[in-house]
């Protein structure tokens, strides 16, 4: 029964790749048509001499594979001096790569590549991991697999099972046609991988046991892990990359995915019914996905399903909220207040000198709409949706333990810890230059007393805190500078507003649009900004991060994500932030107005509030981010860029030579598409819309419309993205969604505390409440308007302010202006007056009570959303009985044929015992199985 | 090599125990003087008849160990008839005893006891358990225990060593002389028990490998799966102690605390070395602690350490903050204004009819002592008091970790699991009911239509909601209505206090001190009332846990402590909420006060503010409830019980023969001890505390010192209880301390929206503010208190409201009151002035600030205080690779014997690598040690 001792290369016949046998050979095997590519390095060569290669005139092979036909790298083979004289990098190059590929061998890969016939070119070394080398690190990995015990997941209650039969009719057309949904009532009980044990696996043929995702993250981990003592000592293929020795690695894709033929692979399949425009209706064929792509990017594409999905419901009470606004604005007493051309309040000019009085009902149009968003709704709406936040969040804790359960993830948490183990290129060649300035230094110790490196570091082999200090401060000095760059530019459209207003209320024949003209420009400069620097911000926080040099990759990642979404974050929302809770506050008052700069006063809110501006400002920033990031930089750029290298490949000669270009193999393909880079761009671009649903919803109900309209295409885009423009990525196994969840949550905290004071401070909410409950004589909002106008005696205007050229048709002794303040007969005018303080105390304990109702419900929904589903915990529970009892059980097969005499007396109840105990002591079991008869043995008294 | 071969029963050199042969013999062993008594089971049984038992005569024993001495119990012993007719229930008790008995002995444990020789008395089963089945616990428990592998702890940087040095010798006197405590440099590998790396491990002595506590846990475990068919097949010890077959099940002590002689054992060593007075001042010993009670105990005398030893800074801070309010208090001004009898601020009378007009120097005593406590000082101390609050928390989860390294408590989430799973007894027995009330209606389906449960239950084996049902509905009305209870008793008390004060004001002897009598009074009946609650909410929530039958112990656990916390917490706090916010604040005004009875006016606060009152009550409430409840509850009650059993055991005849009471057993001893109930009431104890440190700590800096003074007694008062008047509890492994975590969590975070609101709601510390900066001439607080008083123009009071025989030395034409209210002259006379609304305005927007800065900063504490030390993660780390290490070399010596010719080419590089991936797949490694060698048993093309 020992799987070494059988054949290892037997009948390759890829059963869930039911390719022709002729396209396979082109395609994705070795040369002998039956090693599967696993893995693909490419590497760019460049020779002085056009000597042929070393390998047999007849053959364009040079298989390296395993010490047959190829050579010894270290002996020094005779071919290399031939090929003449190449420049010392080329060779240092090649001598690192053969050793590496030396070290791969030794490691049981395969390997294949084509001999380096022209001058210059680029080469392939194609990977494959045989039987033994995927046995023993699925065994290192602990990578779970399928045993041959399939049980049925517990079925819900006659009720139940016909409800969810009947939703499943209803919503079959939405179902992706993909194998895998078929079968959800069943499941294989998995185990991780032990060679041991190799009698609980289902292997039928060895070839496909493990699918093309797991073979390639196991060569993966080898080529992580091999080290190449010539390149001083880096570990792994990502130090060779960094340091130009192979230009890229990447497993490769199941095939094309728009293969005229009948032939489908997963690669057509997940093009046909999820990376095309045309299923956008459809739900995610997730496990597919995951089985493509691996966990993390399942993940992200369950992540942003389920985001998606919960976007419509509040989408459509967002549009009932409008809606509730559109029906009630004939009703809105305030508004037909404003509109009503009887009340003839005279409004103080809005600028120096060139403004004229103006009357409120001319501000008609701005009152009605307001309206729309600044309605009772929108408080409910805003309470929905930080409750929103919680259930999506907890719905999404769920949805991963489920995944997690069906992928088999539960307890991989030290596979992680090993990941963070890896330590970044970058990271091992700074302690490495560290430790040879140490070593500099204690040669020549006193001639560098000046040195800022001290001696009494413990351990060497690390960064200190010393060595990292010019990084951290140079970040926390960047992120300050870029922090301040985005406040100066906001600053600067505020300057630009203003002027331009005033420049343009200089010109009689503008005057009349002065305010339309300057917000939508001005906006669109806010906007054109954002992106900008957007992607300035993006790069920089990379820059910044690499002159922090985290020890692994994860750190990397994290500090990375924290920075650039801090720095997108004040980006995109400072304008937002400003017009929310600055703009207008900082007016002063008719007579004392605060002035920018000389004769530039601040600029006031338009008459229906600013919640009308706000609610401009987010929909323009947030539409246009999202239409032309999608078009522009995630279709335009790639199409551009896969131009332009197209046509470099074009122009550079002896590249492609004409076998290649019409059949293509597999790794040219891949090789021609973009680099995988990651995750990161995806989720930010997520989580800034998040931001927009929930920090301002209560300004602008119809975010989450949008956001819906967006998604359905965003999942779209990025599925063809992954099928169609990228390599292949690795597959990489990831429990959760990581630091992107502590970052929702943060958001989804933080939009209470915002959403409160948007209610409280920016909307008219509070001021009418008070106005209703106190102030108005018969409880209605009669008289509103006047309340909130003070009045100003123009008498008092200072010297050189008062309108010149007055048309106003009426004489004009007091103007009014939008405040509470003291009138000018008062023994204090223009102080603020008791109406003020009464209406400020109001908005303040709003924000108490909003918050702290908000927080309490959000830790309520979370208390009562258990975080692990039940049927999922108890399958779970179930799941681990059955693997005893189906371990004990061919375990018992196995005893059979030893000699066992000692008596199992204890029967059911003990092994019921023992199943408990032992779900993971099972290596110990079959010893523990003989001991377990009481006292048969010993001496008694 | 196999140690089932070894002989089980050898010297019996107790090396932790060095007692006496003698002193062995008698206590804690077999009567052979070996076999150690891992665990007792108590009955009490009765006869009728007199016979002598069915054992020989000369011997008293009846060991019934293992199928030698003791016979067959189900072959129904001649010996039982000739004891003549017990009483049915007798009868069935001793079957189902001698059943239970059986079935230990067939799962490996070896029983002793003595022949029921009297008419009536105590049985003592002792039980041992052997090696065999100690190792095979061992190993389905996954106990861990030290390898012979020892490893030096990660020395510090020499500054940090030198300084480390220096503490220790400076707190060499505070440490406790316990032998573990002196080397905690070096550090056992430990890895989890396994029969088949018997290798691995030190044994130098089968009968302490595992020591005392481990043993008495594995047969704890044995007894708790242990069923009994015929005892309706419960399962378990717990079900039979419930249901009366014994008494008590208890492991044993290690031997007397008190014993005169030099023999030293754990528990005498933890008597005198943690568990006296006289050594309050010493660190605990927290590892012997562990060792000899369990983690779970461990944890809590850890997590009572480092609160107490929190409780020193903040002590420290508390009485600086109060010795700062002592030394300002000549120079604070509204207290001198107050006092200063120039100011005749002629108040209004504080009740109808028999109150006199009076001066406010008159209150100059209790202005002058709220200073103490309403200082700026206390607003910082309280923003310190949440952050010290977060501090903690995240240092114990740091504390938590370093123990749970030290007590090799890593990964032991499955093990936890598992004890979740074990029903409880009283769950399985309404199961039981369930089911045959199921098995009758079907029978008499058409008979019983009114029955309210229905058959369209999916699993007839759990309780459904329908089952459920009643019981919470139960729990929340009883709920409420204690709630309701405690309020109401709020409010009986609030109104004793305004008719006693209103009846001691119409007596002019007692008038002078009328307030100080009530208050008094009135505290001393709320903390009567609530120390008598304390102990029958403690009961109800037993009770309705009980009605609720949750299914595991753990659930069982979290629901009483759920229920008992919110019950305890609502009668402790909810007088205090009362005098912090709503006393004072319904009183109306002069001419329109609001009358709780015809004729009582609503309470109002002291002139010096409510602050002083709430200080009042919080400190004669936490100092009462402390010392009341530890002297009464936990000294005197034990006391008296332990007496009033003395006086019952004396009384009763034949239970004590001389021989025992002359040299009484182990068993005897510990049987005499009051049983262990659970940790919860010294955590609610503890918890409670907690929220008199942190809750109100703006109004009472003082509070921490009285805790930490109470805790120095606790930490004492516990150690003895549990050292010498309880039996040994069951060593119960745990990680952590499970829901008290989150009850402190979040304690931790309402306390800072109590604060907040206590600092600008209760004290006078915003009003100051706002007169400062905005009110004031000069900006300091000279008229202050006149601003803080309205007018009434006393001729507005309501007829017969009149002070009667008005004593006052001049003419009153207004008095003054307590209020922001527009004075009688103004055109809306007795309205809220704007004063008030502007302090309010400020009070509010100190509430959202405190409590946002507060709840940010807490965030920002709780990020930057890594959850794992660092030490701690990278000794985890290392100890992984050295366990592997270690594990490869002891395996490569077991090795060498087997013909293994395959060659380890990769050498140490692949070695380290494989040292991460085998971390914990151990088992498989001597088979991954052969299958490593790449490629070279295959062919290649």
Redesign the interface.
């Known amino acids: 029964m020992d799987p070494?001792?059988l054949?290892?290369?037997n009948n390759y016949l890829d059963a869930s790749d039911p390719l022709s046998s002729e396209a396979r050979v082109s395609r994705m095997h070795?040369h002998?048509n039956?090693?599967k590519v696993d893995y693909v390095l490419a590497y760019h060569y460049r020779k002085r001499g056009a000597h042929p290669a070393h390998g047999s005139p007849g053959h364009s092979l040079a298989?390296v594979?395993?010490?047959?036909?190829g050579k010894d790298p270290h002996a020094g083979g005779p071919g290399d001096i031939e090929l003449g004289p190449l420049d010392a990098l080329e060779e240092e190059r090649k001598e690192q790569r053969e050793e590496f590929e030396h070290n791969l061998?030794?490691?049981?890969?395969?390997l294949e590549k084509d001999v380096e016939s022209k001058s210059q070119g680029s080469v392939f070394v194609r990977i494959h991991a045989?039987w033994?080398?995927l046995?023993?690190e699925a065994?290192?990995?602990?990578i779970k697999v399928p045993t041959k015990k399939m049980y049925e997941i517990k079925a819900?209650?006659?009720?139940a099972k016909k409800f969810n039969e009947f939703l499943q009719k209803l919503s079959s057309p939405l179902q992706p046609r993909v194998p895998e949904h078929s079968n959800t009532r069943m499941k294989n009980l998995s185990y991780?991988f032990?060679?041991?044990k190799i009698y609980l696996y289902n292997i039928q043929d060895k070839d496909t046991f493990f699918d093309n995702a797991t073979r390639s993250r196991i060569v993966h981990e080898i080529l992580k892990?091999t080290?190449c003592s010539r390149a001083n000592n880096t570990m792994g293929i990502n130090s060779l990359i960094a340091n130009n020795i192979y230009e890229a690695a990447y497993p490769l894709h199941d095939g094309e995915y728009d293969s005229p033929g009948d032939d489908m692979n997963d690669r057509k399949l997940l093009y046909q019914e999820w990376a095309r425009y045309g299923v956008f209706y459809k739900f995610q064929p997730i496990d597919l996905i995951r089985k493509y792509f691996g966990e993390k990017i399942g993940l992200y594409f369950a992540w942003l399903g389920l985001y998606t999905s919960f976007l419509i419901p509040s989408s459509v009470i967002g549009v009932i909220v409008f809606l509730y606004g559109c029906a009630t604005i004939e009703e809105d007493i305030p508004s037909k207040e404003m509109c009503d051309r009887q009340n003839a309040f005279t409004m103080c000019p809005l600028c120096d000198k060139s403004c004229d009085y103006w009357n409120l009902s001319s501000a008609c149009g701005t009152a009605r709409a307001s309206h729309l968003f600044d309605n009772p709704a929108t408080v409910f709406f805003s309470i929905f949706m930080a409750l929103w936040a919680t259930m999506f969040l907890e719905n999404w804790k769920r949805l991963q333990m489920r995944l997690g359960y069906f992928w088999d993830l539960t307890g991989i948490e030290?596979e992680e810890?090993?990941a963070q183990?890896h330590s970044r290129p970058e990271y091992e060649t700074k302690v490495r230059e560290k430790l040879l300035k140490e070593s500099d230094k204690t040669v020549v110790q006193k001639l560098e007393t000046d040195r800022t490196e001290s001696d009494?570091e413990?351990d060497e082999d690390k960064l200190g805190w010393k060595d990292r200090f010019p990084g951290y401060l140079m970040n926390f000095a960047s992120i300050l500078f870029m922090i301040a760059l985005t406040f100066s530019i906001v600053f600067g459209v505020i300057v630009y507003r203003i002027t331009t207003a005033a420049a343009l209320s200089l010109n009689k024949a503008t005057r009349s649009n002065v305010r339309v003209t300057v917000t939508a420009t001005a906006v669109i400069i806010n906007l054109v900004v954002i992106l900008i620097l957007d992607e300035i911000y993006g790069a920089v926080a990379k820059w910044l991060t690499k002159i922090e040099v985290p020890k692994t990759e994860q750190t990397f990642e994290e500090r990375l994500i924290l920075k650039a979404f801090l720095l997108k974050f004040v980006n995109a929302y400072s304008p937002i932030f400003y017009v929310a809770f600055f703009k207008g506050r900082f007016v002063g008052r008719p007579g004392s107005y605060v002035y920018v700069f000389d004769g530039y006063r601040m600029e006031e809110c338009a008459p229906g509030g600013c919640l009308m501006e706000l609610c401009i400002q987010l929909s323009i920033i947030m539409l246009g981010k999202q239409l032309i990031q999608n078009n522009i930089f995630e279709i335009g750029v790639p199409k551009l860029k896969k131009l332009f290298r197209k046509l470099k490949d074009e122009t550079e000669p002896g590249e492609t030579d004409s076998a290649h270009s019409k059949h293509p193999e597999q790794w040219d393909l891949d090789h021609s598409l973009e680099p995988y880079t990651g995750l990161t761009p995806e989720y930010m671009e997520m989580i800034i819309q998040f931001g927009f649903v929930t920090l301002f919803v209560a300004s602008f109900p119809l975010a989450p419309v949008f956001a819906l309209l967006n998604n359905v295409i965003e999942v779209r885009l990025d599925a063809k993205k992954f099928v169609t423009e990228l390599r292949r990525p690795d597959a990489v196994r990831t429990k959760d969604i990581g630091i992107w969840f502590d970052i929702l949550s943060g958001i989804g905290k933080f939009s209470v505390?915002i959403n409160a004071f948007v209610i409280a401070v920016t909307s008219d909410f509070i001021p009418r409440l008070v106005y209703q409950y106190s102030y108005s004589h018969n409880g209605t909002l009669h008289g509103f308007i006047n309340h909130t106008l003070s009045f100003f005696n123009v008498s008092q205007l200072k010297e050189g302010t008062q309108p010149e050229n007055s048309h106003f048709d009426q004489e004009v002794q007091f103007c009014r202006f939008k405040d509470y303040r003291e009138p000018p007969w008062a023994p204090n005018p223009y102080e603020?007056?008791?109406q003020y303080?009464?209406v400020?105390?109001a908005r303040?304990?709003f924000?108490?009570i909003f918050?702290?109702l908000v927080m309490f419900l959000s830790v309520l929904v979370d208390w009562m959303i258990p975080d692990i589903p039940t049927d999922i915990s108890d399958q779970i529970?179930k799941e681990k009985s059955l693997l005893v009892d189906f371990f004990l059980k061919e375990e018992h097969e196995k005893l059979k044929l030893m000699d066992d005499p000692a008596p199992r007396?204890?029967g059911g109840?003990?092994r019921s015992?023992?199943s408990?105990?032992?779900?993971?002591?099972?290596?110990?079991r079959s010893?523990?199985g003989r001991?377990?008869s009481?006292?048969s043995?010993?001496?008694?008294?």
């Open positions: 070494e001792n054949p290892v290369i070795f002998d039956q090693r298989i594979s395993n010490g047959e036909t061998m030794e490691a049981g890969l395969e045989p033994q080398v046995t023993r065994e290192f990995l602990k819900e209650g006659s009720i991780p032990s060679r041991e892990r080290a030290e810890e090993r183990e009494d413990d505390i603020f007056s008791k303080w009464s400020l105390s303040l304990a924000v108490i918050q702290n529970k007396s204890q109840e003990d015992r023992q408990r105990a032992a779900s993971s002591a099972l290596s110990g010893q523990a001991a377990v009481p006292g043995q010993h001496t008694n008294v």
